[in-house]
């Protein structure tokens, strides 16, 4: 009976460790799974995280673009400007020039004294 016995007690200590160990196994199961999920939810967070940086990256991009477009359009501005001041300029002068022609031919010619002393080329009233 002693060994009936002996056999007994190592079967049920040698039970008890087995269900020790695989309870321990799977408590470490489940702790590799809750540490998964979690980096998982790390995992979506920083992917999430990347795909907004990208996003803003992309407005930036556009945004300079537009920018830069902007840009040429005001050198060109400038340059326009600038153009028009010359052509500007160049009109201004002709504009004087002709209103001193103008100015010249409106000048009354200047009187002119003949051999006996008479002024000629001035109008007279001749009407009666």
């Known amino acids: 009976m002693a060994t009936l016995s002996v056999a007994g007690t190592q079967s049920a200590v040698s039970l008890f460790s087995q269900q020790l160990r695989t309870q321990q196994a799977q408590q470490r199961a489940e702790q590799a799974e809750t540490a998964a999920r979690a980096l998982r939810a790390q995992a979506r967070g920083a992917q999430q995280a990347a795909d907004q940086a990208q996003e803003n990256a992309r407005n930036l991009k556009v945004r300079s673009d537009q920018a830069q477009g902007?840009?040429?359009?005001?050198?060109?501005?400038?340059v326009s400007l600038e153009?028009?001041?010359?052509?500007?300029?160049?009109?201004?002068s002709i504009r004087e020039g002709?209103?001193?022609?103008?100015?010249?031919?409106?000048?009354?010619p200047a009187p002119v004294v003949n051999a006996d002393g008479q002024t000629t080329g001035t109008l007279i009233n001749v009407t009666a």
């Open 70 to 78: 902007e840009a040429g359009a005001a050198r060109q501005a400038v």
């Open 83 to 92: 153009s028009l001041g010359r052509v500007d300029s160049g009109l201004q």
């Open 98 to 108: 002709i209103a001193e022609g103008l100015a010249a031919l409106d000048a009354a």
